[in-house]
């Protein structure tokens, strides 16, 4: 018999910081009731940049050039539009809907701004940022870029057109996500109308949290406000969610990696000679190059 899964946790935004001066986000994870850096796993970090509204500039901001090896980095766009480069040789934009997973594996360059055309005319932003981290066996992989387009997500309808699961990776019921994994997750953005209902079951090993991109929701009764995180005890595998008001719920669940974790800036690998290695790499070039 399957039963709810518990609320470990409701947690508020963290105060924000800016990460360059483009993305003003709260980090919910690792630090915080997340001190554990495998609380999460596969997931290493979450950055949620809540709606703020940008004043016009010609200067794009953003994050200038700078490297990342053994994981990948997930960007959903929920407001304004991202422009990407790295020394893979990828680039792409992504906006509302659409997201970015760019596999950093054996290390890569990159640089992340806000789009030109965006950026000229200001307006709301809003996004995620991921860390989701690859076992020992896929850390040095090949850099990989996939631009999943919002019209590519999964789709499982709930009851109207305007209520569903967008599935980005993983499955639902049957409907999968286009994103590849390397390790077994699901991505979801329960995109539900007022009083609308989704059930979701995960594994209870799995470990599972969502956070509330947009209106509120009641999750196994309990209501969560905007821009909340609710972190789920590895207990049962039901999930309910009940829409108060139009509401986005960005949800995430997927298999623990049990191994080590040496984490230093944008490095995250299994031992500390791993990432001074990774660091020498940056420095001889190995990474590439990209201005
Ligand atoms: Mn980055």
Redo the contacts with the bound molecule.
């Keep these: 018999m399957s039963t709810n899964k518990t609320i470990e946790a409701v947690i508020p935004p963290p105060a924000p910081h800016m990460v360059g001066d483009g993305f003003r986000v709260h980090s919910f994870f690792p630090g915080g009731r997340l001190i554990d850096k495998k609380r999460m796993s596969p997931f290493f970090l979450l950055d949620y940049g809540s709606k703020v509204d940008f004043s016009p500039s010609e200067e794009p901001r953003g994050?200038g050039v700078?490297p990342?090896a053994g994981f990948e980095?997930v960007t959903i766009a929920y407001q304004g539009k991202i422009a990407h480069h790295d020394s893979a040789g990828n680039s792409g934009i992504i906006s509302e809907g659409d997201v970015q997973w760019m596999t950093a594996g054996s290390g890569l360059l990159?640089k992340?701004y806000h789009e030109n055309e965006f950026s000229r005319k200001g307006g709301l932003f809003q996004m995620v940022?991921l860390w989701v981290n690859l076992p020992a066996r896929h850390k040095k992989t090949k850099p990989k870029y996939q631009e999943l387009s919002n019209a590519g997500m999964g789709r499982h309808y709930l009851g109207d057109k305007e209520s569903y699961i967008e599935v980005i990776a993983g499955e639902f019921q049957g409907t999968k996500g286009p994103a590849s994994t390397f390790t077994p997750m699901h991505v979801y953005n329960a995109r539900l109308k007022k009083d609308r209902i989704a059930n979701l079951s995960f594994s209870a090993n799995y470990n599972t949290a969502l956070l509330i991109i947009e209106g509120k929701a009641l999750i196994n009764e309990k209501e969560v406000a905007t821009d909340h995180f609710v972190l789920f005890k590895n207990d049962g595998e039901e999930i309910s969610i009940k829409a108060v008001e139009d509401a986005v719920i960005l949800v995430l669940s997927g298999e623990p990696i049990d191994e080590p974790i040496a984490a230093y800036g944008?490095f995250l690998m299994n031992n500390w000679k791993e990432v001074e290695q990774a660091m020498q790499d940056v420095n001889t070039g190995k990474f590439g190059t990209l201005v």
């Design positions: 994050v700078h990342h980095t990159h992340e940022q944008p």
